[in-house]
Protein backbone atom coordinates (compact mmCIF):
# COMPACT_ATOMS: atom_id res chain seq x y z
CA UNK A 1 0.00 0.00 0.00
CA UNK A 2 1.22 3.70 -0.31
CA UNK A 3 2.89 5.83 2.01
CA UNK A 4 1.99 8.36 3.50
CA UNK A 5 3.88 12.10 2.47
CA UNK A 6 4.66 12.67 6.50
CA UNK A 7 6.14 9.47 6.87
CA UNK A 8 10.11 9.90 7.32
CA UNK A 9 12.43 7.70 5.18
CA UNK A 10 13.46 5.24 8.04
CA UNK A 11 9.58 4.68 8.87
CA UNK A 12 9.20 3.81 5.51
CA UNK A 13 12.20 1.69 5.32
CA UNK A 14 10.60 0.25 8.06
CA UNK A 15 7.24 -0.77 6.74
CA UNK A 16 8.73 -2.85 3.78
CA UNK A 17 11.42 -4.37 5.89
CA UNK A 18 8.74 -5.58 7.95
CA UNK A 19 6.55 -6.79 5.06
CA UNK A 20 9.37 -8.60 3.34
CA UNK A 21 9.94 -10.21 7.03
CA UNK A 22 6.30 -11.65 7.55
CA UNK A 23 6.30 -13.08 3.93
CA UNK A 24 9.65 -14.91 4.82
CA UNK A 25 7.78 -16.36 8.19
CA UNK A 26 4.24 -16.52 6.55
CA UNK A 27 4.36 -19.98 5.74
CA UNK A 28 5.67 -21.23 9.17
CA UNK A 29 2.83 -19.54 10.72
CA UNK A 30 0.21 -20.76 8.28
CA UNK A 31 1.55 -24.48 9.70
CA UNK A 32 1.30 -23.07 13.16
CA UNK A 33 -2.66 -22.58 12.15
CA UNK A 34 -3.24 -26.64 11.67
CA UNK A 35 -0.58 -27.52 14.59
CA UNK A 36 -2.25 -24.65 17.26
CA UNK A 37 1.22 -24.56 18.48
CA UNK A 38 2.67 -21.27 19.62
CA UNK A 39 5.40 -20.35 17.00
CA UNK A 40 8.24 -19.59 19.52
CA UNK A 41 10.73 -19.33 16.59
CA UNK A 42 9.15 -16.08 14.86
CA UNK A 43 8.19 -14.59 18.24
CA UNK A 44 12.08 -14.54 18.99
CA UNK A 45 12.83 -13.40 15.79
CA UNK A 46 10.74 -10.56 15.43
CA UNK A 47 12.43 -10.04 19.13
CA UNK A 48 15.85 -9.61 18.04
CA UNK A 49 15.15 -7.94 14.69
CA UNK A 50 13.73 -5.23 17.22
CA UNK A 51 10.43 -4.85 15.84
CA UNK A 52 7.90 -5.15 19.03
CA UNK A 53 10.31 -2.08 19.84
CA UNK A 54 9.23 -0.17 17.42
CA UNK A 55 7.65 2.75 19.38
CA UNK A 56 10.03 2.30 21.83
CA UNK A 57 12.40 5.64 21.79
CA UNK A 58 16.03 4.66 20.87
CA UNK A 59 17.31 5.66 24.06
CA UNK A 60 15.42 2.55 25.34
CA UNK A 61 16.78 0.40 23.49
CA UNK A 62 13.76 1.04 20.64
CA UNK A 63 13.71 1.53 16.98
CA UNK A 64 12.13 5.39 17.88
CA UNK A 65 9.63 5.44 14.95
CA UNK A 66 6.58 6.71 17.33
CA UNK A 67 3.06 5.09 16.82
CA UNK A 68 3.25 5.43 13.75
CA UNK A 69 5.71 2.46 14.05
CA UNK A 70 3.86 0.24 16.15
CA UNK A 71 0.98 0.61 13.28
CA UNK A 72 3.06 0.02 10.58
CA UNK A 73 3.92 -3.07 12.98
CA UNK A 74 0.68 -3.93 12.91
CA UNK A 75 -0.57 -3.83 9.48
CA UNK A 76 2.55 -5.78 8.10
CA UNK A 77 2.27 -8.41 10.75
CA UNK A 78 -1.93 -9.10 10.16
CA UNK A 79 -1.59 -8.96 6.23
CA UNK A 80 0.67 -11.34 6.11
CA UNK A 81 0.09 -13.32 9.52
CA UNK A 82 -2.61 -12.39 11.96
CA UNK A 83 -1.98 -14.67 14.62
CA UNK A 84 1.73 -13.50 15.31
CA UNK A 85 0.42 -10.06 15.56
CA UNK A 86 -1.65 -10.16 18.49
CA UNK A 87 0.77 -11.10 20.81
CA UNK A 88 2.93 -8.14 20.00
CA UNK A 89 0.45 -5.49 19.35
CA UNK A 90 -2.78 -6.82 21.51
CA UNK A 91 -0.25 -6.96 24.96
CA UNK A 92 2.72 -5.46 25.11
CA UNK A 93 2.43 -2.10 22.97
CA UNK A 94 -0.86 -2.40 25.24
CA UNK A 95 2.13 -1.44 28.30
CA UNK A 96 4.37 0.18 26.98
CA UNK A 97 2.31 3.72 26.67
CA UNK A 98 1.71 3.33 30.25
CA UNK A 99 5.40 3.45 31.27
CA UNK A 100 6.53 6.07 28.45
CA UNK A 101 4.07 8.66 29.94
CA UNK A 102 3.98 7.35 33.57
CA UNK A 103 7.51 5.23 34.35
CA UNK A 104 10.24 7.23 35.97
CA UNK A 105 13.72 7.19 34.26
CA UNK A 106 14.50 4.11 36.44
CA UNK A 107 11.16 2.68 35.58
CA UNK A 108 11.77 3.25 32.00
CA UNK A 109 15.51 1.63 31.93
CA UNK A 110 14.61 -0.98 33.24
CA UNK A 111 11.08 -2.21 31.57
CA UNK A 112 11.02 -0.28 28.33
CA UNK A 113 14.29 -1.93 26.88
CA UNK A 114 12.52 -5.94 27.88
CA UNK A 115 9.41 -4.35 25.35
CA UNK A 116 12.18 -3.30 22.59
CA UNK A 117 13.98 -7.26 22.79
CA UNK A 118 10.75 -8.51 22.20
CA UNK A 119 9.97 -10.41 25.67
CA UNK A 120 6.28 -11.40 25.23
CA UNK A 121 4.15 -9.52 27.87
CA UNK A 122 0.39 -9.17 28.54
CA UNK A 123 -2.12 -6.57 29.93
CA UNK A 124 -4.83 -7.57 32.43
CA UNK A 125 -7.19 -5.66 32.94
CA UNK A 126 -10.43 -7.79 32.77
CA UNK A 127 -12.07 -9.69 35.85
CA UNK A 128 -14.84 -11.56 36.53
CA UNK A 129 -16.31 -8.72 38.07
CA UNK A 130 -14.77 -6.45 35.66
CA UNK A 131 -15.44 -6.55 31.91
CA UNK A 132 -16.52 -3.11 30.22
CA UNK A 133 -16.95 -1.82 33.75
CA UNK A 134 -13.73 -1.47 34.77
CA UNK A 135 -14.14 0.04 37.95
CA UNK A 136 -15.21 -3.50 39.15
CA UNK A 137 -11.55 -4.48 39.45
CA UNK A 138 -11.30 -6.58 43.05
CA UNK A 139 -7.51 -7.69 43.12
CA UNK A 140 -6.08 -5.93 46.10
CA UNK A 141 -2.82 -5.08 46.00
CA UNK A 142 -1.82 -4.12 49.87
CA UNK A 143 1.15 -2.51 51.24
CA UNK A 144 3.78 -4.66 53.17
CA UNK A 145 7.28 -4.08 54.00
CA UNK A 146 7.57 -1.14 51.51
CA UNK A 147 5.84 -2.87 48.82
CA UNK A 148 2.84 -4.67 47.64
CA UNK A 149 1.15 -7.93 47.63
CA UNK A 150 -1.03 -9.08 45.02
CA UNK A 151 -4.06 -11.18 45.87
CA UNK A 152 -6.84 -12.05 42.85
CA UNK A 153 -7.22 -12.91 39.45
CA UNK A 154 -7.69 -11.84 36.21
CA UNK A 155 -9.63 -13.55 32.71
CA UNK A 156 -9.62 -13.22 28.93
CA UNK A 157 -5.45 -12.05 29.45
CA UNK A 158 -4.11 -12.56 25.69
CA UNK A 159 -0.52 -14.08 26.53
CA UNK A 160 -1.82 -15.83 29.65
CA UNK A 161 1.06 -18.55 30.85
CA UNK A 162 3.69 -17.48 27.74
CA UNK A 163 3.90 -14.07 29.27
CA UNK A 164 6.88 -12.22 30.92
CA UNK A 165 5.78 -9.42 31.90
CA UNK A 166 1.93 -8.18 33.07
CA UNK A 167 1.32 -4.85 32.92
CA UNK A 168 -1.68 -5.42 35.75
CA UNK A 169 -4.33 -2.59 37.52
CA UNK A 170 -5.42 -3.56 41.16
CA UNK A 171 -7.45 -2.18 43.75
CA UNK A 172 -5.13 0.02 46.59
CA UNK A 173 -7.91 2.13 48.48
CA UNK A 174 -11.46 0.71 49.48
CA UNK A 175 -12.17 4.21 50.57
CA UNK A 176 -15.43 4.90 49.28
CA UNK A 177 -14.82 7.92 48.21
CA UNK A 178 -11.78 7.17 46.43
CA UNK A 179 -13.85 4.59 44.43
CA UNK A 180 -16.04 7.26 43.76
CA UNK A 181 -13.32 9.41 42.07
CA UNK A 182 -11.86 6.36 40.51
CA UNK A 183 -8.80 6.54 42.10
CA UNK A 184 -8.91 3.38 44.03
CA UNK A 185 -6.64 1.76 41.38
CA UNK A 186 -3.28 1.29 40.84
CA UNK A 187 -0.81 0.64 37.97
CA UNK A 188 1.86 -2.55 38.72
CA UNK A 189 4.60 -3.82 35.98
CA UNK A 190 5.40 -7.56 37.21
CA UNK A 191 7.73 -9.22 35.61
CA UNK A 192 7.13 -12.81 36.24
CA UNK A 193 10.81 -14.40 36.72
CA UNK A 194 11.03 -11.96 39.60
CA UNK A 195 8.63 -12.89 41.45
CA UNK A 196 6.58 -15.95 43.11
CA UNK A 197 3.03 -16.46 42.48
CA UNK A 198 1.86 -16.27 39.47
CA UNK A 199 -0.45 -19.07 37.90
CA UNK A 200 -2.22 -20.04 35.21
CA UNK A 201 -5.57 -20.56 36.38
CA UNK A 202 -7.12 -21.69 32.24
CA UNK A 203 -6.66 -21.37 28.35
CA UNK A 204 -9.68 -20.73 26.43
CA UNK A 205 -10.68 -22.02 22.89
CA UNK A 206 -11.98 -18.37 21.34
CA UNK A 207 -12.73 -17.84 18.15
CA UNK A 208 -10.37 -16.82 15.61
CA UNK A 209 -7.46 -17.64 17.60
CA UNK A 210 -5.94 -20.87 16.48
CA UNK A 211 -2.47 -20.78 18.47
CA UNK A 212 -2.79 -17.55 20.58
CA UNK A 213 -2.82 -17.96 24.26
CA UNK A 214 -5.86 -16.80 25.77
CA UNK A 215 -6.19 -17.46 29.79
CA UNK A 216 -7.41 -16.63 33.06
CA UNK A 217 -4.33 -15.99 35.62
CA UNK A 218 -4.38 -16.28 39.82
CA UNK A 219 -2.30 -13.99 41.75
CA UNK A 220 -1.41 -15.74 45.00
CA UNK A 221 0.30 -13.94 47.64
CA UNK A 222 2.64 -12.22 44.70
CA UNK A 223 5.19 -9.63 46.60
CA UNK A 224 6.22 -7.24 44.39
CA UNK A 225 8.50 -4.03 45.79
CA UNK A 226 7.21 -0.50 45.25
CA UNK A 227 9.40 0.56 42.38
CA UNK A 228 6.87 -2.13 40.42
CA UNK A 229 3.83 0.75 40.64
CA UNK A 230 3.72 2.76 37.73
CA UNK A 231 2.39 6.23 38.71
CA UNK A 232 1.14 7.41 41.83
CA UNK A 233 -1.37 5.27 43.64
CA UNK A 234 -4.83 5.84 42.39
CA UNK A 235 -3.27 6.50 39.03
CA UNK A 236 -4.39 3.26 37.56
CA UNK A 237 -8.01 4.50 35.71
CA UNK A 238 -6.22 7.51 33.98
CA UNK A 239 -3.09 5.13 32.81
CA UNK A 240 -6.00 2.63 31.82
CA UNK A 241 -7.33 4.86 29.77
CA UNK A 242 -3.80 6.48 28.34
CA UNK A 243 -3.15 2.53 27.53
CA UNK A 244 -6.76 1.51 26.19
CA UNK A 245 -5.79 4.58 23.47
CA UNK A 246 -3.06 3.50 22.01
CA UNK A 247 -4.19 -0.64 21.99
CA UNK A 248 -6.90 0.42 20.00
CA UNK A 249 -4.90 2.73 17.56
CA UNK A 250 -3.07 -0.23 17.01
CA UNK A 251 -5.80 -2.13 16.77
CA UNK A 252 -6.80 -0.14 13.94
CA UNK A 253 -3.48 -1.07 12.21
CA UNK A 254 -4.23 -4.87 12.59
CA UNK A 255 -7.36 -4.09 10.83
CA UNK A 256 -5.83 -2.29 8.13
CA UNK A 257 -3.41 -5.07 7.80
CA UNK A 258 -6.41 -7.58 7.76
CA UNK A 259 -8.55 -5.53 5.06
CA UNK A 260 -5.64 -5.94 3.17
CA UNK A 261 -5.59 -9.67 3.10
CA UNK A 262 -9.08 -10.23 2.45
CA UNK A 263 -8.29 -8.31 -0.53
CA UNK A 264 -5.33 -10.01 -1.42
CA UNK A 265 -6.99 -13.48 -1.26
CA UNK A 266 -10.62 -12.73 -2.95
CA UNK A 267 -9.88 -10.30 -6.04
CA UNK A 268 -7.42 -13.12 -7.83
CA UNK A 269 -9.52 -15.81 -6.61
CA UNK A 270 -12.50 -14.30 -8.51
CA UNK A 271 -10.54 -13.49 -11.51
CA UNK A 272 -9.86 -16.99 -11.61
CA UNK A 273 -12.80 -18.84 -10.59
CA UNK A 274 -15.55 -19.26 -13.89
CA UNK A 275 -18.84 -19.66 -13.41
CA UNK A 276 -21.53 -19.07 -16.20
CA UNK A 277 -18.52 -18.77 -18.58
CA UNK A 278 -17.12 -16.00 -17.51
CA UNK A 279 -14.75 -15.06 -14.11
CA UNK A 280 -17.03 -14.38 -10.91
CA UNK A 281 -14.72 -11.23 -10.93
CA UNK A 282 -16.64 -10.13 -14.15
CA UNK A 283 -20.37 -10.22 -12.08
CA UNK A 284 -21.57 -6.93 -10.92
CA UNK A 285 -22.60 -8.30 -7.68
CA UNK A 286 -19.08 -9.60 -6.88
CA UNK A 287 -17.64 -6.11 -8.30
CA UNK A 288 -19.77 -4.18 -5.77
CA UNK A 289 -18.68 -6.12 -3.09
CA UNK A 290 -14.82 -5.77 -3.88
CA UNK A 291 -15.75 -1.49 -4.29
CA UNK A 292 -17.15 -1.74 -1.03
CA UNK A 293 -14.13 -3.24 0.44
CA UNK A 294 -11.64 -1.33 -0.67
CA UNK A 295 -13.67 2.08 0.44
CA UNK A 296 -13.69 0.72 3.48
CA UNK A 297 -10.00 -0.29 3.84
CA UNK A 298 -9.26 3.59 2.58
CA UNK A 299 -11.05 4.96 5.17
CA UNK A 300 -9.89 2.82 7.63
CA UNK A 301 -6.40 3.12 7.12
CA UNK A 302 -6.00 7.32 6.27
CA UNK A 303 -8.04 7.72 9.83
CA UNK A 304 -5.47 5.32 11.54
CA UNK A 305 -2.35 6.87 10.43
CA UNK A 306 -3.93 9.91 10.76
CA UNK A 307 -4.48 9.25 14.62
CA UNK A 308 -0.88 7.62 14.77
CA UNK A 309 0.69 10.92 13.27
CA UNK A 310 -1.19 12.88 16.02
CA UNK A 311 -0.10 10.78 18.70
CA UNK A 312 3.18 11.21 17.81
CA UNK A 313 2.61 15.25 18.34
CA UNK A 314 1.02 14.64 21.45
CA UNK A 315 -2.44 15.36 20.80
CA UNK A 316 -5.65 13.71 22.53
CA UNK A 317 -6.32 11.03 20.62
CA UNK A 318 -9.27 9.66 22.95
CA UNK A 319 -11.88 9.81 20.37
CA UNK A 320 -10.34 9.26 17.15
CA UNK A 321 -9.02 5.97 18.62
CA UNK A 322 -12.05 4.81 19.73
CA UNK A 323 -13.60 5.74 16.35
CA UNK A 324 -11.16 3.88 14.51
CA UNK A 325 -11.49 0.64 16.40
CA UNK A 326 -15.06 0.43 17.46
CA UNK A 327 -15.64 1.64 13.53
CA UNK A 328 -12.79 -0.03 11.61
CA UNK A 329 -13.59 -3.39 13.14
CA UNK A 330 -17.21 -3.42 12.30
CA UNK A 331 -16.29 -2.43 8.49
CA UNK A 332 -13.75 -5.66 8.92
CA UNK A 333 -16.66 -7.65 9.84
CA UNK A 334 -18.79 -6.35 6.67
CA UNK A 335 -15.70 -7.07 4.24
CA UNK A 336 -14.87 -10.52 5.92
CA UNK A 337 -18.69 -11.04 5.51
CA UNK A 338 -18.35 -10.03 2.38
CA UNK A 339 -15.39 -11.62 1.11
CA UNK A 340 -16.59 -15.21 2.22
CA UNK A 341 -19.19 -14.56 0.26
CA UNK A 342 -17.25 -13.85 -3.35
CA UNK A 343 -15.39 -16.72 -2.33
CA UNK A 344 -17.99 -19.27 -2.04
CA UNK A 345 -17.46 -22.66 -0.09
CA UNK A 346 -13.54 -21.91 -0.31
CA UNK A 347 -14.65 -18.28 1.86
CA UNK A 348 -15.68 -20.39 4.95
CA UNK A 349 -12.86 -23.36 4.57
CA UNK A 350 -10.34 -23.73 6.49
CA UNK A 351 -7.67 -23.61 3.68
CA UNK A 352 -8.07 -20.27 2.86
CA UNK A 353 -7.29 -17.63 5.52
CA UNK A 354 -10.38 -15.24 4.72
CA UNK A 355 -12.59 -17.77 7.50
CA UNK A 356 -10.19 -16.88 9.92
CA UNK A 357 -10.27 -13.11 9.46
CA UNK A 358 -14.26 -13.48 9.57
CA UNK A 359 -13.26 -15.02 12.95
CA UNK A 360 -11.13 -12.59 14.24
CA UNK A 361 -13.04 -9.79 13.10
CA UNK A 362 -16.13 -10.72 15.01
CA UNK A 363 -13.88 -11.30 18.23
CA UNK A 364 -12.52 -8.02 17.91
CA UNK A 365 -15.50 -6.72 18.10
CA UNK A 366 -14.78 -7.31 22.12
CA UNK A 367 -11.45 -7.72 22.56
CA UNK A 368 -9.76 -4.03 23.61
CA UNK A 369 -13.01 -2.74 24.91
CA UNK A 370 -16.45 -3.14 23.09
CA UNK A 371 -17.72 -1.86 20.04
CA UNK A 372 -20.21 -0.21 22.40
CA UNK A 373 -17.59 1.19 25.21
CA UNK A 374 -15.81 2.69 22.09
CA UNK A 375 -19.12 4.63 21.51
CA UNK A 376 -19.70 5.16 25.21
CA UNK A 377 -16.03 6.84 24.97
CA UNK A 378 -16.44 8.48 22.31
CA UNK A 379 -20.01 9.96 23.09
CA UNK A 380 -18.61 11.09 26.29
CA UNK A 381 -15.43 12.35 25.69
CA UNK A 382 -16.46 14.56 22.04
CA UNK A 383 -19.03 16.28 24.36
CA UNK A 384 -17.09 16.96 27.17
CA UNK A 385 -13.76 17.72 25.20
CA UNK A 386 -14.93 19.61 22.36
CA UNK A 387 -18.25 22.02 23.30
CA UNK A 388 -17.57 24.38 20.85
CA UNK A 389 -18.25 21.64 18.38
CA UNK A 390 -22.34 21.21 19.51
CA UNK A 391 -23.24 24.75 20.04
CA UNK A 392 -26.09 25.66 17.48
CA UNK A 393 -27.13 28.61 16.10
CA UNK A 394 -29.82 31.04 16.88
CA UNK A 395 -32.92 30.38 14.37
CA UNK A 396 -35.92 33.03 13.90
CA UNK A 397 -38.29 33.49 11.25
CA UNK A 398 -37.52 35.14 8.41
CA UNK A 399 -40.30 37.50 7.54
CA UNK A 400 -39.65 36.96 3.93
CA UNK A 401 -39.82 33.39 3.66
CA UNK A 402 -42.28 32.96 6.66
CA UNK A 403 -39.85 30.29 7.80
CA UNK A 404 -37.39 29.50 10.55
CA UNK A 405 -33.63 30.19 9.51
CA UNK A 406 -30.31 30.50 10.36
CA UNK A 407 -29.26 33.84 12.25
CA UNK A 408 -25.81 34.04 13.38
CA UNK A 409 -25.63 37.37 14.14
CA UNK A 410 -26.32 38.25 17.99
CA UNK A 411 -29.32 39.50 19.48
CA UNK A 412 -29.36 43.67 19.17
CA UNK A 413 -30.62 44.49 22.40
CA UNK A 414 -31.43 41.83 25.33
CA UNK A 415 -33.90 42.59 27.72
CA UNK A 416 -34.16 42.86 31.46
CA UNK A 417 -34.67 39.42 33.72
CA UNK A 418 -38.59 40.08 34.15
CA UNK A 419 -41.45 37.25 34.18
CA UNK A 420 -43.25 39.21 31.46
CA UNK A 421 -39.65 39.33 29.57
CA UNK A 422 -38.61 35.54 29.73
CA UNK A 423 -42.16 34.70 29.16
CA UNK A 424 -42.04 36.62 25.55
CA UNK A 425 -38.96 35.18 24.92
CA UNK A 426 -40.02 31.67 25.77
CA UNK A 427 -43.08 32.12 23.60
CA UNK A 428 -40.54 33.41 20.56
CA UNK A 429 -38.94 30.16 21.32
CA UNK A 430 -42.56 28.35 21.27
CA UNK A 431 -43.00 29.18 17.40
CA UNK A 432 -38.90 28.42 15.95
CA UNK A 433 -38.58 25.27 18.21
CA UNK A 434 -41.90 24.17 19.10
CA UNK A 435 -41.01 21.01 20.84
CA UNK A 436 -38.19 22.12 22.93
CA UNK A 437 -37.26 23.92 26.94
CA UNK A 438 -34.78 26.85 26.63
CA UNK A 439 -31.40 26.28 28.76
CA UNK A 440 -30.61 29.09 30.92
CA UNK A 441 -27.26 29.71 28.36
CA UNK A 442 -30.55 30.02 25.05
CA UNK A 443 -32.19 32.36 27.76
CA UNK A 444 -29.30 34.73 27.94
CA UNK A 445 -29.00 35.11 24.46
CA UNK A 446 -31.60 37.48 25.18
CA UNK A 447 -31.97 38.32 28.46
CA UNK A 448 -29.68 40.14 30.29
CA UNK A 449 -29.43 38.35 33.80
CA UNK A 450 -27.28 35.80 35.80
CA UNK A 451 -27.42 32.36 36.17
CA UNK A 452 -29.07 33.29 39.10
CA UNK A 453 -31.37 35.59 38.41
CA UNK A 454 -32.67 33.96 35.38
CA UNK A 455 -33.53 30.89 37.66
CA UNK A 456 -35.45 32.80 40.27
CA UNK A 457 -37.64 34.12 37.65
CA UNK A 458 -38.24 30.66 35.86
CA UNK A 459 -39.28 29.86 39.41
CA UNK A 460 -41.26 32.74 39.30
CA UNK A 461 -42.97 31.70 35.94
CA UNK A 462 -43.27 28.03 37.02
CA UNK A 463 -45.11 29.28 40.02
CA UNK A 464 -47.74 30.72 38.22
CA UNK A 465 -48.16 27.90 36.06
CA UNK A 466 -46.75 29.88 33.09
CA UNK A 467 -43.63 27.46 32.58
CA UNK A 468 -42.85 24.03 32.63
CA UNK A 469 -39.50 23.05 34.15
CA UNK A 470 -36.70 20.58 33.66
CA UNK A 471 -34.71 20.27 37.04
CA UNK A 472 -31.35 18.82 37.60
CA UNK A 473 -32.35 15.58 39.33
CA UNK A 474 -29.62 15.60 41.77
CA UNK A 475 -29.68 19.72 42.96
CA UNK A 476 -33.71 20.18 42.30
CA UNK A 477 -32.69 23.62 40.59
CA UNK A 478 -34.47 24.40 36.82
CA UNK A 479 -32.00 23.85 34.12
CA UNK A 480 -34.61 24.03 31.26
CA UNK A 481 -38.09 25.53 31.00
CA UNK A 482 -40.72 25.99 28.39
CA UNK A 483 -43.96 27.92 28.48
CA UNK A 484 -46.84 26.16 29.64
CA UNK A 485 -50.31 26.69 27.09
CA UNK A 486 -51.78 28.75 29.60
CA UNK A 487 -48.04 31.17 29.47
CA UNK A 488 -48.17 30.81 25.56
CA UNK A 489 -51.83 32.54 25.81
CA UNK A 490 -50.69 34.92 28.38
CA UNK A 491 -47.52 36.71 26.34
CA UNK A 492 -49.39 36.90 22.97
CA UNK A 493 -52.97 36.33 21.66
CA UNK A 494 -53.11 32.83 19.08
CA UNK A 495 -52.64 34.54 15.89
CA UNK A 496 -49.33 35.79 17.17
CA UNK A 497 -48.69 31.97 16.83
CA UNK A 498 -49.51 31.57 13.41
CA UNK A 499 -47.51 31.12 10.91
CA UNK A 500 -46.36 28.89 7.42
CA UNK A 501 -44.38 29.01 4.61
CA UNK A 502 -45.36 31.67 1.71
CA UNK A 503 -46.12 29.36 -0.86
CA UNK A 504 -48.50 27.88 1.13
CA UNK A 505 -50.32 31.30 2.06
CA UNK A 506 -50.98 31.34 -1.61
CA UNK A 507 -53.14 28.52 -1.73
CA UNK A 508 -56.02 29.59 -0.01
CA UNK A 509 -57.79 26.34 -0.40
CA UNK A 510 -55.59 25.03 2.09
CA UNK A 511 -56.86 27.19 5.38
C1 LIG B 1 -10.11 -12.36 22.38
C2 LIG B 1 -10.10 -11.52 23.59
C3 LIG B 1 -8.90 -11.01 24.05
C4 LIG B 1 -8.87 -10.24 25.22
N1 LIG B 1 -7.67 -9.83 25.69
C5 LIG B 1 -7.62 -9.18 26.88
C6 LIG B 1 -6.35 -8.85 27.47
O1 LIG B 1 -5.30 -9.14 26.91
N2 LIG B 1 -6.36 -8.21 28.65
C7 LIG B 1 -7.52 -7.87 29.30
O2 LIG B 1 -7.44 -7.29 30.37
N3 LIG B 1 -8.73 -8.20 28.78
C8 LIG B 1 -8.81 -8.84 27.59
N4 LIG B 1 -10.02 -9.19 27.06
C9 LIG B 1 -11.24 -8.86 27.77
C10 LIG B 1 -12.06 -7.79 27.08
O3 LIG B 1 -11.47 -6.53 27.22
C11 LIG B 1 -13.47 -7.88 27.68
O4 LIG B 1 -14.00 -9.13 27.28
C12 LIG B 1 -14.35 -6.75 27.23
O5 LIG B 1 -13.91 -5.54 27.80
C13 LIG B 1 -15.82 -6.99 27.59
O6 LIG B 1 -15.99 -7.44 28.89
P1 LIG B 1 -16.93 -8.72 29.17
O7 LIG B 1 -16.49 -9.80 28.28
O8 LIG B 1 -16.92 -8.95 30.61
O9 LIG B 1 -18.37 -8.24 28.68
P2 LIG B 1 -19.41 -7.38 29.53
O10 LIG B 1 -18.75 -6.19 30.11
O11 LIG B 1 -20.13 -8.30 30.45
O12 LIG B 1 -20.39 -6.89 28.40
C14 LIG B 1 -21.41 -7.70 27.80
C15 LIG B 1 -22.12 -6.85 26.77
O13 LIG B 1 -22.74 -5.71 27.40
C16 LIG B 1 -22.26 -4.51 26.79
N5 LIG B 1 -22.12 -3.47 27.79
C17 LIG B 1 -21.58 -3.57 29.04
N6 LIG B 1 -21.63 -2.40 29.65
C18 LIG B 1 -22.20 -1.52 28.79
C19 LIG B 1 -22.55 -0.14 28.86
N7 LIG B 1 -22.30 0.58 29.95
N8 LIG B 1 -23.13 0.43 27.79
C20 LIG B 1 -23.38 -0.30 26.67
N9 LIG B 1 -23.09 -1.61 26.55
C21 LIG B 1 -22.50 -2.20 27.60
C22 LIG B 1 -20.91 -4.87 26.19
O14 LIG B 1 -20.55 -3.98 25.16
C23 LIG B 1 -21.17 -6.26 25.71
O15 LIG B 1 -21.81 -6.22 24.47
C24 LIG B 1 -10.07 -9.95 25.89
C25 LIG B 1 -11.28 -10.44 25.41
C26 LIG B 1 -11.29 -11.21 24.28
C27 LIG B 1 -12.60 -11.75 23.78
New binding site residues.
Given amino acids: MKPYWWWTQEQKDFYDEVGEFMKSVAKEEAKARYTREWPYKIFEEIGKRGYIGAAVPKEYGGLGLGCTGSVMLAEQMFKYCPGIGYMTV??MNGGLRQILENGTEEQKAKFLPKIASGEPG?????EVTA???TMGIALRAEKKDGGYVLNGR?R????AGIAKNYFIYAVTSTDPEMVKKRKHLSAFMVCKDEVEGIVTERINE?LG?EYIQ?GSLIFDNVEIPEFCRIGNEGDGFKIMMQGLNYERTNIAGQIVGMQEMLLNYTVPYAQRRIQFGKPTMDISQNQDKVSHMIARLKFVRDATYVTAKQWDLDENITVDASVIKGYGIQFLLQSANEATQLMGGDGVNNFYPIKNIFEIAK?NH????????CD?TIFRQQIKNYPEDFVWPRRVIDKEVGLPVVDYSPVEKKVACTAENMLNVLAEDYKINQGLHMTIADLQDYIEGTDEEIVAVIKELAASGDALVHANRKTGEPVMVRATYDGLSKAHPNEYYQWWPQHIAKDSNRF
Avoid: R, W
Fill in positions: GNAVAITGTDKFIVGIFNTIAGGTIEAL
